[in-house]
């Protein structure tokens, strides 16, 4: 059974960073599609970032490209994401999520979900 386990989160200033990571186990880590989402309070969640089992293909949203980055250690069996320049509205809750469905933008799509790591910032 596939685990994620994300960390992490915190309250940031408007303006700072953070580096989230989704540590996954019991499964094949350069099978699967590593996929960042977030959901904010009354909000529906909404897809930030995923990068191929390879590591050679990365999709972004709209809303984060240029300031955050996605990346994975196949060492660690981890998947980060670089969080910069963050603003009030990247407040939500941030999860992590695995697939083999290909590089996807839809959360429907992943098997499988981490417990999620809170992301305050502050204006």
């Known amino acids: 059974q596939v685990q994620l386990v994300e960390s992490g989160g915190g309250l940031v200033q408007a303006g700072g960073s953070l580096r989230l990571s989704c540590a996954a186990s019991g499964c094949t880590f350069s099978n699967y599609v590593m996929g960042w989402f977030r959901q904010a309070p009354g909000k529906e969640r909404e897809f930030v970032a995923a990068i191929s089992g390879s590591g050679d293909a990365i999709y972004y949203a709209e809303s984060v490209k240029g300031r955050f980055a996605i990346s994975r250690d196949y060492a660690k069996n981890t998947v980060y994401v670089q969080m910069n320049s963050l603003r009030p509205e990247d407040t939500a809750v941030y999860y992590c999520?695995?697939?083999?469905?290909?590089?996807?933008?839809?959360?429907?799509?992943?098997?499988?979900w981490g417990q999620g790591t809170q992301v305050t910032v502050s204006s």
């Open positions: 999520a695995a697939t083999t469905k290909g590089l996807k933008a839809i959360g429907d799509l992943y098997d499988y």
